[in-house]
């Protein structure tokens, strides 16, 4: 299915289509053709929700920048992290991007079964990341080096725990998803919550991208 | 563990008789206006049709009203602060500093956040789509979640009136001042949960208006003939998006500082406190632009509309618009020179803040040469607009006199401070809400307010502001520093007294606006706006009838050029008859209600609530609340209503037959 | 530079002599030509810092003051029912008349912006002050709510009075034990944020003797009004009187004096130390010894819900 099969002759909030002069438009909402259609409004209104989270992480990477040498004493990043298991989650999470992907595929295939299967294999991928995470948190803790430690610690876990915490509200999020689409089908309004759940997932792999180049690459090798 | 966490009742105030009698007061007239909606049946009405109301035009109504309630309890702690100013003169006043702390700490709270705030974002909802020429925003529901989540926010700050304390750091609670070290009670909690629960709803709200403004406009209605309101609005929006995140960030680093014993902001541990000043000031400055933006948008529809004149320079308006909301970004330094940067780095900021200037002088001269040739109508919101242009621009001067470093030096966080941010945020925000209000009123009720009280309430606030803002300057020369629960020089006290004059007869302006409305709402058979444009609008708004119908516009109109509606009216006028033929009318879908703003936001509060008092269970409960009620949202399988189209036409050939008569008998 | 040095020298500009004239008597008019203002500076950091208000008032008086007037001649002019006034609805856009409103404030910002460069360079607060006269060092620490002189080189101490021996530029090294703070003197000049772990170089001079007010300008919780302190302008021969008069005598400040100064306390009369423990100002620096510990709980059942501050 495409989108402008789906909102031509279905617009939920009937807007644009059939207002001034007869318009069936396509339009993206630049003024000549009148409102955007309900798929591209949910799509951009989302990806600006993206971007002031993105703003907000920007905040937390600012802080960590000013704190990562605030050690008070205690260890430094170079002393901390585990590179093998950091790989492994960055794996996981990149991997889950793309089962979400196929994901994606199956639903405009509209196949009940394999959208599900790919949602539950990023789901679980995702959860190794959590679980993975969680752990390397509380080696950290029972070692001493808590958030607590000092303003570096501080950094580290907020900024870390922040998209650690995201992924997870992520993993509600799919969870809720995947009864949605068993119990109500592929209905328009669904498959736009899916695009938007996949984009924030993406999203979410751009930010972890960050954080391992520059809180654990550069932390460990910088 | 302690069922109620940190709650006893040591948390009642009872040995404080102010705020216990006000809390009380509070609570009489809450279940008092409780009792009479269900006494009079109006509940399920209340309900249906405004609580759970997803229309973009009552959730602005709402918003406007909320600010207007807040307005007289911030207005009431500054008239407190203004009159102990006058009485603690070598004495201690009648308020402790606890309390003393808690007031100025609450009115700049309220002031900023639950009354600027809402009532721009209130004039914008119920605004900007009709200007769009469009039946809905893009989000309607989460549009009413921003909304109750702003109320809950309000909420918060307000129970701390009776349970526990506000906090006493300053509407900006400065670390290291507001870690758990320095304040231990429970007030700076109450303010971050307050606006990190609000500040959610800010942010939801602008991402509603970014996507409507951006992809919702009526058929030709490209971004260069869009009013300058939307612009403004848009601007506005784009600028909440990209520093409200950073307040959401900032109070959620001072949270952990205070609940895990994190070190952002600490002394010690190498925690950074002029860390804080910088992350909260890259979200504080925008603030400012956020605020002042809009309300430059309805001087514009205003000057405009009452000189008879398209707005002069509207293309250089709209860049500068857009100028003030990139440069707005870059500024933020100027709030701390004093924490001793060096020559460089204050030289560039305090140039950078300057600039801002330039756009903001243009919008005057704009606005000036729009009057000129034009033909002035002095009613109330042309009367406001006039007070801005002369009040803003003297503290537009102060403004670029502490933008210099050194005088910022001997100025900063003195009365003259303050005297420069009201003479800023009063004309530019407050009196541009007021011409809002008496603008839109009509379009939102039907009927018109009051012009006589009206006016009483606009000399009394104009001077009013004079009188009260102008001696802080003196006092702010004379070196008196701001927060000042008492002092010992006394060449201060008489200006004190003069400032308390003038908030004296801005109480007795906000008295007016009360009368206004109840007169307002007695005489409206005399005041009726029958057929939908009552100031000789110039934007599309104005072609609906008043109060619009839930869906706007029976067709879209198509916007052929700028001022889309004068154009209509103009050949509309000529043949005395709407040109316009009578469209085919078709069944309208519309959102439906729904109360899941509602529920989302009680259990936010109870989040908060739980949050500030360490009720672990009652997060929990509150969490799993709010989680199944977006998952009953997301359940539901009908989002639309059908308006049939006899409805539409119904409502539609009404309008035109009134407009019709008002043309031929020559009132348009 | 020369705003610094030499206080009765203008800065570098100089408006017509109406104009400053007419911009000094609106605001001597303002502060009601009292004592005890930014405008009656006893020093050149103050001196320095008038000037610039001064001069910014006055050039930008020459935009303001025209455009009320404009504004309020162009709405009364063009009234509904003025009938000698040309309507022209159609004049919405002219290319020269928008020239004119970008340039006026743009020059204008150009000009003050420079003021504002150079200025900021000339009067950053830990400019070295020129004089010919030895500095005199003094280390000052923010308390709840008070403030700490130290006279590194005398070896003596006050509690909020700071002596100051006319014409002498003082070098003051500032931290605070607490919370952020300012010292502020509205006739002496600058004030740079004080905190905790951290140094901050402030120059000031006293030309003048005389007693002035000082407060702390940066709300710091329950106690702040009561965070005062006095500017005593004294002849430099008095000053080493003073101190003759003050070492050795009354308490001292060691570390247990110190602890004990630690807790919150406000409103304090002005008193001196009579000797320091040599290297306290670094030991408060440097964290050795602890920042204050906040408010004292006296008499309250749950701090953690309402602290009162102890009486």
Same mark, same amino acid.
């Given at each position: 299915?495409?989108a402008?099969?789906a909102h031509?002759?279905?617009d939920p909030h009937h807007i644009g289509?059939?207002?001034?002069?007869?318009?069936?438009?396509?339009a993206v909402g630049h003024g000549?053709g009148g409102p955007a259609s309900k798929r591209i409004i949910v799509g951009y209104g989302f990806w600006i929700f993206l971007l002031s989270d993105f703003v907000m992480f920007s905040a937390f990477f600012a802080?960590?920048?000013?704190?990562?040498?605030?050690?008070?004493?205690?260890?430094?990043?170079?002393?901390?992290?585990?590179?093998?298991?950091?790989?492994?989650?960055?794996?996981?999470?990149?991997?889950?991007?793309?089962?979400c992907?196929?994901?994606s595929?199956?639903?405009?295939?509209?196949?009940?079964?394999?959208?599900?299967?790919?949602?539950?294999?990023?789901?679980?991928?995702?959860?190794?990341?959590?679980?993975?995470?969680?752990?390397?948190?509380?080696?950290?803790?029972?070692?001493?080096?808590?958030?607590?430690?000092?303003?570096?610690?501080?950094?580290?876990?907020?900024?870390?725990?922040c998209h650690?915490m995201h992924v997870s509200i992520g993993l509600l999020w799919l969870?809720t998803m995947?009864?949605q689409?068993?119990?109500?089908?592929?209905r328009q309004d669904i498959q736009f919550r899916v695009l938007c759940f996949s984009l924030f997932w993406h999203a979410l792999d751009i930010i972890w991208?960050a954080?391992?180049?520059?809180?654990?690459?550069?932390?460990?090798?910088? | 563990?302690?069922?109620?966490?940190?709650?006893?009742?040591?948390?009642?105030?009872?040995?404080?008789?102010?705020?216990?009698?006000?809390?009380?007061?509070?609570?009489?007239?809450?279940?008092?206006?409780?009792?009479?909606?269900?006494?009079?049946?109006?509940?399920?009405?209340?309900?249906?049709?405004w609580i759970c109301s997803v229309d973009h035009k009552r959730i602005g109504v709402m918003y406007c009203s909320l600010a207007?309630?807040?307005?007289?309890?911030?207005?009431?702690?500054?008239?407190?602060?203004?009159?102990?100013?006058?009485?603690?003169?070598?004495?201690?006043?009648?308020?402790?500093?606890?309390?003393?702390?808690?007031?100025?700490?609450?009115?700049?709270?309220?002031?900023i956040f639950f009354v600027a705030m809402p009532f721009v974002i209130g004039l914008m909802n119920f605004v900007v789509p009709l200007q769009l020429g469009v039946r809905d925003v893009a989000f309607p529901t989460l549009n009413s979640v921003a909304l109750w989540l702003t109320a809950a926010g309000v909420l918060l700050?307000?129970?701390?009136?009776?349970? @526990?304390?506000?906090?006493?750091?300053?509407?900006?609670?400065?670390?290291?001042?507001?870690?758990?070290?320095?304040?231990?009670?429970?007030?700076?909690?109450?303010?971050c949960w307050a606006l990190e629960i609000s500040g959610i709803g800010t942010l939801a709200g602008g991402i509603n208006l970014v996507t409507t403004i951006l992809k919702m406009r009526a058929?030709?209605l490209s971004y260069?003939?869009m009013p300058i309101f939307c612009w403004t609005a848009l601007a506005s929006n784009l600028m909440i998006i990209a520093a409200f995140p950073v307040l959401t960030a900032t109070l959620a680093m001072?949270l952990?500082?205070?609940?895990?014993?994190?070190?952002?902001?600490?002394?010690?541990?190498?925690?950074?406190?002029?860390?804080?000043?910088?992350l909260i000031w890259i979200w504080g400055h925008p603030e400012v632009y956020i605020l002042v933006l809009p309300a430059f948008g309805v001087?514009?529809?205003?000057?405009?509309?009452?000189?008879?004149?398209?707005?002069?320079?509207?293309?250089?308006?709209i860049?500068?618009t857009m100028a003030i909301c990139i440069i707005s970004f870059?500024?933020w330094?100027?709030?701390?020179?004093?924490?001793?940067?060096?020559?460089?780095?204050?030289?560039?900021?305090?140039?950078?803040?300057?600039?801002?200037?330039?756009?903001?002088?243009?919008?005057?001269?704009?606005?000036?040469?729009?009057?000129? @040739?034009?033909?002035?109508?002095?009613?109330?919101?042309?009367?406001?607009?006039?007070?801005?242009?002369?009040?803003?621009?003297?503290? @537009?001067?102060?403004?670029?006199?502490?933008?210099?470093?050194?005088?910022?030096?001997?100025?900063?966080?003195?009365?003259?401070?303050?005297?420069?941010?009201?003479?800023?945020?009063?004309?530019?925000v407050?009196?541009a809400a007021?011409?809002g209000?008496?603008?839109w009123?009509?379009?939102?009720?039907?009927?018109?307010?009051?012009?006589?009280?009206?006016?009483?309430?606009?000399?009394?606030?104009?001077?009013?502001?004079?009188?009260?803002?102008?001696?802080?300057?003196?006092?702010?020369?004379?070196?008196?520093?701001?927060?000042?629960?008492?002092?010992?020089?006394?060449?201060?006290?008489?200006?004190?007294?003069?400032?308390?004059?003038?908030?004296?007869?801005?109480?007795?302006?906000?008295?007016?606006?009360?009368?206004?409305?109840?007169?307002?709402?007695?005489?409206?058979?005399?005041?009726?706006?029958?057929?939908?444009?009552?100031?000789?609008?110039?934007?599309l708004e104005?072609?609906?009838?008043?109060?619009?119908?839930e869906f706007n516009?029976?067709?879209m109109?198509?916007?052929? @050029?700028?001022?889309?509606?004068?154009?209509?009216?103009?050949?509309?006028?000529?043949?005395?008859?709407?040109?316009?033929?009578?469209?085919?009318?078709?069944?309208?879908e519309m959102p439906r209600n729904s109360p899941t703003g509602f529920v989302c936001a009680f259990f936010a509060v109870?989040m908060g609530?739980?949050?500030?008092?360490?009720?672990?269970?009652?997060?929990?409960?509150g969490f799993?609340g709010a989680y199944a009620t977006l998952v009953v949202f997301a359940w539901r399988?009908?989002h639309e209503?059908?308006?049939?189209?006899?409805?539409?036409?119904?409502?539609?050939?009404?309008?035109?037959?009134?407009?019709?008569?008002?043309?031929?008998?020559?009132?348009? | 530079?020369?705003?610094?040095?030499?206080?009765?020298?203008?800065?570098?500009?100089?408006?017509?002599?109406?104009?400053?004239?007419?911009?000094?008597?609106? +605001?001597?008019?303002?502060?009601?030509?009292?004592?005890?203002?930014?405008?009656?500076?006893?020093?050149?950091?103050?001196?320095?810092?008038?000037?610039?208000?001064?001069?910014?008032?006055?050039?930008?008086?020459?935009?303001?003051?025209?455009?009320?007037?404009?504004?309020?001649?162009?709405?009364?002019?063009?009234?509904?029912?003025?009938?000698?006034? $040309?309507?022209?609805?159609?004049?919405?856009?002219?290319?020269?008349?928008?020239?004119?409103?970008?340039?006026?404030?743009?020059?204008?910002?150009?000009?003050?912006?420079?003021?504002?460069?150079?200025?900021?360079?000339?009067?950053?607060?830990?400019?070295?002050?020129?004089?010919?006269?030895?500095?005199?060092?003094?280390?000052?620490?923010?308390?709840?709510?008070?403030?700490?002189?130290?006279?590194?080189?005398?070896?003596?101490?006050?509690?909020?009075?700071?002596?100051?021996?006319?014409?002498?530029? +003082?070098?003051?090294?500032?931290?605070?034990?607490?919370?952020?703070?300012?010292?502020?003197?509205?006739?002496?000049?600058?004030?740079?944020?004080?905190?905790?772990?951290?140094?901050?170089?402030?120059?000031?001079?006293?030309?003048?003797?005389?007693?002035?007010?000082?407060?702390?300008?940066?709300?710091?919780?329950?106690?702040?009004?009561?965070?005062?302190?006095?500017?005593?302008?004294?002849?430099?021969?008095?000053?080493?009187?003073?101190?003759?008069?003050?070492?050795?005598?009354?308490?001292?400040?060691?570390?247990?004096?110190?602890?004990?100064?630690?807790?919150?306390?406000?409103?304090?009369?002005?008193?001196?130390?009579?000797?320091?423990?040599?290297?306290?100002?670094?030991?408060?620096?440097?964290? $050795?010894?602890?920042?204050?510990?906040?408010?004292?709980?006296?008499?309250?059942?749950?701090?953690?819900?309402?602290?009162?501050?102890?009486?």
């Amino acid at each position: 299915m495409t989108a402008t099969d789906a909102h031509a002759d279905h617009d939920p909030h009937h807007i644009g289509h059939r207002g001034a002069a007869g318009y069936h438009s396509m339009a993206v909402g630049h003024g000549e053709g009148g409102p955007a259609s309900k798929r591209i409004i949910v799509g951009y209104g989302f990806w600006i929700f993206l971007l002031s989270d993105f703003v907000m992480f920007s905040a937390f990477f600012a802080t960590y920048a000013v704190l990562k040498d605030r050690t008070a004493g205690g260890p430094g990043a170079h002393q901390l992290f585990n590179m093998t298991d950091i790989a492994l989650e960055t794996g996981a999470l990149l991997l889950s991007s793309f089962t979400c992907g196929l994901m994606s595929l199956e639903m405009d295939r509209k196949r009940l079964w394999p959208t599900e299967a790919w949602m539950l294999v990023t789901g679980l991928l995702g959860f190794l990341f959590v679980f993975l995470e969680g752990r390397e948190f509380a080696h950290l803790v029972s070692i001493g080096d808590g958030p607590q430690r000092s303003g570096f610690l501080t950094a580290f876990f907020t900024l870390v725990g922040c998209h650690g915490m995201h992924v997870s509200i992520g993993l509600l999020w799919l969870g809720t998803m995947m009864a949605q689409v068993y119990f109500k089908g592929f209905r328009q309004d669904i498959q736009f919550r899916v695009l938007c759940f996949s984009l924030f997932w993406h999203a979410l792999d751009i930010i972890w991208v960050a954080i391992f180049t520059l809180v654990y690459l550069i932390g460990v090798h910088g | 563990m302690k069922l109620l966490g940190k709650l006893d009742w040591s948390a009642i105030p009872f040995d404080q008789p102010i705020p216990l009698a006000a809390g009380a007061l509070v609570i009489v007239v809450i279940l008092g206006v409780v009792a009479l909606i269900f006494a009079k049946g109006w509940a399920p009405y209340i309900w249906n049709e405004w609580i759970c109301s997803v229309d973009h035009k009552r959730i602005g109504v709402m918003y406007c009203s909320l600010a207007m309630v807040m307005l007289v309890r911030g207005f009431i702690d500054a008239l407190m602060m203004r009159t102990q100013q006058s009485v603690a003169f070598h004495s201690g006043g009648y308020l402790p500093p606890e309390h003393y702390d808690q007031i100025f700490s609450a009115h700049g709270t309220i002031m900023i956040f639950f009354v600027a705030m809402p009532f721009v974002i209130g004039l914008m909802n119920f605004v900007v789509p009709l200007q769009l020429g469009v039946r809905d925003v893009a989000f309607p529901t989460l549009n009413s979640v921003a909304l109750w989540l702003t109320a809950a926010g309000v909420l918060l700050v307000n129970m701390s009136l009776v349970v @526990g304390e506000f906090s006493r750091v300053g509407w900006l609670p400065y670390p290291p001042l507001s870690e758990l070290t320095y304040s231990p009670g429970v007030g700076v909690d109450y303010y971050c949960w307050a606006l990190e629960i609000s500040g959610i709803g800010t942010l939801a709200g602008g991402i509603n208006l970014v996507t409507t403004i951006l992809k919702m406009r009526a058929p030709g209605l490209s971004y260069t003939r869009m009013p300058i309101f939307c612009w403004t609005a848009l601007a506005s929006n784009l600028m909440i998006i990209a520093a409200f995140p950073v307040l959401t960030a900032t109070l959620a680093m001072l949270l952990l500082d205070r609940y895990l014993g994190f070190h952002f902001f600490t002394n010690t541990m190498g925690g950074n406190q002029m860390m804080f000043m910088n992350l909260i000031w890259i979200w504080g400055h925008p603030e400012v632009y956020i605020l002042v933006l809009p309300a430059f948008g309805v001087y514009s529809e205003v000057v405009s509309t009452f000189s008879g004149k398209p707005l002069f320079g509207y293309r250089s308006m709209i860049v500068a618009t857009m100028a003030i909301c990139i440069i707005s970004f870059l500024v933020w330094l100027h709030h701390f020179f004093t924490m001793g940067p060096g020559g460089d780095v204050n030289g560039v900021f305090g140039i950078a803040s300057m600039i801002i200037a330039v756009p903001t002088g243009v919008k005057i001269f704009n606005w000036l040469f729009t009057m000129y @040739g034009g033909t002035v109508r002095f009613r109330v919101p042309m009367l406001w607009s006039i007070a801005f242009m002369i009040t803003f621009v003297i503290g @537009g001067m102060t403004g670029v006199m502490l933008a210099i470093p050194p005088a910022d030096f001997i100025l900063h966080n003195n009365l003259f401070l303050v005297a420069h941010f009201h003479n800023v945020i009063i004309p530019g925000v407050l009196f541009a809400a007021f011409a809002g209000y008496v603008y839109w009123f009509p379009k939102a009720f039907g009927f018109k307010l009051d012009e006589g009280w009206g006016k009483a309430a606009f000399w009394f606030w104009v001077i009013g502001f004079y009188l009260a803002f102008m001696p802080l300057y003196v006092m702010g020369l004379e070196g008196m520093p701001r927060r000042m629960q008492s002092y010992d020089v006394p060449q201060w006290q008489p200006w004190a007294h003069v400032a308390t004059v003038g908030a004296l007869s801005i109480m007795c302006g906000i008295a007016c606006m009360v009368i206004q409305l109840v007169v307002s709402i007695r005489n409206r058979e005399q005041l009726r706006d029958d057929y939908g444009d009552p100031w000789d609008g110039r934007t599309l708004e104005w072609i609906t009838p008043s109060p619009p119908p839930e869906f706007n516009f029976a067709v879209m109109p198509n916007v052929t @050029g700028e001022e889309a509606y004068w154009g209509l009216k103009e050949a509309a006028r000529e043949q005395q008859r709407i040109t316009r033929p009578v469209p085919e009318y078709e069944d309208l879908e519309m959102p439906r209600n729904s109360p899941t703003g509602f529920v989302c936001a009680f259990f936010a509060v109870m989040m908060g609530f739980a949050l500030i008092w360490h009720i672990w269970w009652l997060l929990v409960l509150g969490f799993i609340g709010a989680y199944a009620t977006l998952v009953v949202f997301a359940w539901r399988d009908l989002h639309e209503r059908i308006i049939p189209k006899e409805e539409v036409a119904r409502i539609d050939l009404e309008n035109r037959a009134r407009r019709n008569l008002a043309l031929q008998e020559g009132r348009v | 530079m020369d705003i610094m040095a030499s206080p009765p020298r203008r800065g570098r500009f100089r408006p017509p002599a109406a104009a400053r004239v007419l911009g000094l008597v609106c +605001l001597i008019l303002m502060t009601g030509c009292r004592e005890d203002s930014v405008f009656t500076p006893i020093g050149p950091v103050a001196n320095g810092e008038r000037l610039i208000i001064l001069d910014s008032v006055v050039i930008m008086l020459a935009i303001v003051i025209p455009t009320i007037l404009a504004t309020v001649v162009v709405a009364w002019w063009f009234r509904a029912s003025n009938r000698r006034a $040309k309507r022209d609805p159609s004049f919405v856009y002219s290319g020269r008349v928008e020239l004119v409103v970008w340039s006026i404030p743009a020059l204008t910002i150009l000009f003050l912006g420079s003021l504002a460069w150079i200025s900021a360079h000339d009067l950053d607060p830990a400019k070295p002050l020129k004089s010919n006269v030895q500095p005199l060092d003094v280390e000052v620490v923010a308390m709840d709510w008070k403030w700490l002189f130290i006279y590194p080189t005398q070896g003596v101490a006050t509690i909020n009075r700071l002596v100051a021996p006319t014409g002498t530029p +003082l070098r003051m090294h500032l931290t605070s034990a607490t919370v952020m703070n300012t010292l502020f003197a509205p006739e002496v000049g600058s004030q740079i944020y004080v905190m905790n772990g951290m140094v901050g170089t402030m120059w000031w001079q006293v030309d003048r003797t005389g007693t002035y007010f000082g407060q702390s300008n940066m709300f710091s919780g329950d106690g702040f009004p009561g965070m005062r302190f006095e500017v005593a302008g004294v002849s430099p021969a008095q000053f080493d009187a003073w101190v003759a008069a003050t070492r050795g005598r009354g308490p001292a400040l060691d570390e247990t004096g110190y602890r004990a100064l630690l807790k919150q306390s406000s409103d304090l009369k002005p008193y001196a130390y009579g000797s320091v423990a040599p290297g306290l100002f670094d030991a408060i620096v440097q964290q $050795k010894l602890p920042p204050g510990e906040g408010p004292v709980q006296a008499g309250n059942k749950n701090p953690f819900v309402r602290p009162v501050r102890s009486p």
